[in-house]
C-alpha cells in the first residue's frame, strides 16, 4: 500500500460511516499479524463507566507487540 492509499483509507475509516470490513482491513494493514476473536459484548458485559456511551461492541481480535504487551482490537 503506498502513502496516498494509506491517507485514503484512514480518512474512509474516520470521516465515513463505520464499516466493520473497512476497519478490519485497516488493522490486517497496520499490525501484520493479530489474532481473530469476533466476539459481540452487550448489556451487562460493557463496564458502568462506558455504559453512557456504548451500548454494545465488538472485540474483534488481540494483539500482541513486539515485547509481549496485549492489545484488545475494539
Given at each position: 500500500m503506498d502513502k496516498q492509499q494509506a491517507q485514503r483509507q484512514i480518512q474512509d475509516i474516520f470521516q465515513?460511516?463505520?464499516n466493520r470490513e473497512t476497519y478490519e482491513?485497516?488493522?490486517?494493514?497496520?499490525l501484520n499479524k493479530?489474532?481473530?476473536r469476533g466476539v459481540h459484548y452487550t448489556g451487562?458485559?460493557?463496564p458502568d463507566?462506558?455504559?453512557i456511551h456504548v451500548t454494545?461492541?465488538?472485540?474483534?481480535?488481540?494483539?500482541?507487540?513486539?515485547?509481549g504487551?496485549?492489545?484488545d482490537l475494539l
Open positions: 465515513k460511516s463505520f482491513h485497516f488493522l490486517r494493514n497496520l493479530f489474532e481473530l451487562n458485559l460493557i463507566a462506558f455504559r454494545q461492541y465488538w472485540r474483534i481480535g488481540k494483539y500482541i507487540d513486539p515485547d504487551n496485549e492489545m
